[in-house]
């Protein structure tokens, strides 16, 4: 599928100066966790691996997010004991020190155990890292591999129980298996399934998960809701990424001319609102009322495209143009 050329991609972003505090305040599942529509997700943060943690982008980066994150009213941040092998969660944990607003705090088991005593090891480092006495949402990170998901979920639900959790939630779970955990559970229920769900990405819909998850009082925590800067529009055919992202066929040259349509109508779209592509692409994954979305930033640029992505809505047009754009994408990628 070609580019249209004669359309010009804006490519602005919009700042929070003169701008309220998020007000669009959704509730986690079944749980009394009420989070901001708008996270933020903190992989990034401490990350060597995949990011570029200490040469793109520093701890004085983060420290301006933190804050400025606040200041927007932004309640939910999610980590991960993986991220930065625990660095994200000591750097939370830092600043949480000097931090006095109340914050939903969720993070990530690494399923790769060989027993219940390490699930509560995990548990226990997880709450030194961050500084706290309880975790308020405790996700299994994926499907675990070596141990059977029964002694995963009793242990968590032993967790629970003691007060080291509040709550229980799955990432990257299908309904088959988020349902063969809840099983597990005696004491609790999953309140959410944190999955991989944008415009371009539409697993969580093919597979029935966002109807199922509706219907069923389960949360959708959207991570990579902008495909990893693909839907910011930061990537041309002549300017493709390097690192992880490079090996993927969304981000070859190929992949990134296919999909030049879907920004262009977001963009249409964006700038009749006075936005962005990044924020009409947030603006369309939280049309649903059950979905909360985590995009990640590095920089206070990132933070304010993201906050900018909540509290107005695109029109049925809107929606229905960038819908016809996405199904001629999606016949290729």
Do not use: C
Request: hydrophobic content about 35%.
């Amino acid at each position: 599928m070609g580019v249209s050329p004669p359309y010009t991609i804006h490519r602005g972003v919009a700042t929070m100066e003169n701008k309220g505090r998020i007000e669009d305040i959704r509730r986690l599942g079944r749980s009394d966790l009420e989070v901001t529509s708008v996270g933020l997700g903190v992989w990034q943060w401490g990350d060597t691996s995949f990011w570029t943690f200490g040469k793109d982008f520093d701890r004085k980066d983060i420290d301006q997010v933190w804050w400025r994150n606040l200041e927007a009213g932004v309640n939910f941040i999610d980590t991960a004991e993986i991220y930065g092998k625990g660095a994200s969660e000591r750097i939370v944990g830092e600043l949480l020190e000097d931090t006095e607003q109340d914050l939903v705090i969720a993070s990530k088991l690494y399923p790769e155990k060989d027993s219940v005593e390490e699930i509560r090891k995990a548990v226990e480092g997880s709450l030194e890292r961050l500084g706290i006495d309880y975790i308020d949402l405790y996700q299994v990170h994926w499907w675990p591999p070596k141990m059977p998901i029964s002694g995963v979920m009793e242990e968590l639900d032993a967790v629970v129980r003691e007060g080291l959790v509040r709550y229980i939630g799955v990432s990257n779970f299908s309904i088959e298996q988020l349902e063969e955990a809840q099983s597990h559970l005696e004491h609790t229920e999953i309140v959410s399934n944190q999955v991989h769900y944008s415009l371009l990405h539409r697993d969580p819909e093919t597979e029935g998960l966002v109807e199922h998850h509706r219907k069923n009082g389960i949360a959708i925590i959207a991570y990579s809701p902008l495909e990893q800067g693909i839907l910011t529009g930061k990537f041309t055919p002549d300017g493709p990424p390097g690192g992880f992202r490079a090996k993927k066929p969304r981000f070859s040259p190929d992949g990134l001319r296919a999909v030049q349509p879907v920004l262009e109508a977001l963009d249409e779209a964006a700038r009749a609102h006075g936005k962005t592509m990044a924020q009409a692409s947030l603006a369309w994954l939280l049309k649903d009322p059950n979905v909360v979305v985590i995009p990640g930033a590095k920089n206070l640029r990132q933070l304010e495209e993201n906050v900018g992505g909540v509290d107005w809505q695109l029109t049925d047009a809107e929606l229905a143009s960038i819908e016809d754009a996405y199904r001629a994408y999606s016949e290729r990628y």
